[in-house]
């Protein structure tokens, strides 16, 4: 069984569309996280949400635009892609007692043309 | 904030010898200390984790790291590399208020195991 999952794995578009990423966890967590790693496997927080309100966010384009329809659902979307987005994005789940202990999914790669 | 500094970007090291990744973090108070690890094109994995408990902190596939507060260095190591190892490492922080955690990551270091 998969715990954290994102859909799509991969993932390539045209400058200027707009694009969805899906995540969901079994896991009974309540906080929901985006990390974002560029090409040279740089890794950053974007933003997270707790029981569905958003906690995190990160200095981000407000082109990204997280939505947690419940606590086991995460989804981002991005509008007017631009090259620079391209890259992993990974979702990620913890326990909001336990926020240090971080469960990853296998991440989105995201390329734009 | 706090920061993680990974010294070595690539480790290339011959299978069944030691593995030595580095990193020394920057905090003002007892941080929060994780190793993760990435396999080409998976996602990422727990290896291991200190949170202010014993200082030598084992964790899986036979890794270890041990907090060192005087040389601020939260070093990974593993008596005998095996091939399954060759992967991409992160030193990794949590940092933030109760509530509002997030992890800072290292720049990784990429550690070759040769046959």
């Known amino acids: 069984d998969t715990a954290v999952s994102q859909t799509p794995k991969y993932l390539v578009t045209q400058m200027g569309n707009d694009k969805s990423i899906k995540c969901e966890q079994n896991l009974g967590h309540d906080t929901m996280y985006w990390y974002k790693q560029d090409s040279k496997k740089f890794l950053k927080i974007m933003f997270s949400y707790n029981n569905k309100e958003l906690i995190i966010n990160e200095t981000v384009p407000n082109r990204f635009s997280p939505k947690s329809p419940d606590k086991a659902h995460l989804n981002l979307h991005i509008n007017s892609l631009e090259l620079g987005d391209s890259a992993v994005y990974f979702c990620a789940s913890s326990h909001s007692r336990n926020q240090e202990t971080q469960y990853f999914g296998p991440g989105t790669r995201l390329l734009v043309l | 904030a706090q920061s993680v500094t990974q010294l070595d970007s690539h480790v290339s090291v011959s299978e069944g010898t030691p593995v030595l990744l580095r990193c020394n973090y920057s905090?003002?108070?007892?941080?929060?200390l994780f190793w993760y690890v990435q396999h080409p094109n998976k996602g990422l994995q727990l290896l291991l984790k200190?949170?202010?408990?014993?200082?030598l902190v084992k964790g899986i596939n036979g890794f270890e790291a041990e907090f060192k507060k005087s040389e601020t260095s939260f070093h990974l190591t593993k008596p005998s590399a095996h091939m399954s190892d060759a992967a991409e490492y992160f030193c990794?922080?949590?940092?933030?208020?109760?509530?509002?955690?997030?992890?800072?990551f290292g720049s990784g270091t990429r550690l070759q195991v040769q046959p």
């Open positions: 990794v922080v949590s940092e933030g208020d109760t509530g509002r955690r997030a992890l800072t």
């Open positions: 200190y949170t202010s408990a014993a200082t």
């Open positions: 905090s003002s108070y007892s941080p929060s």
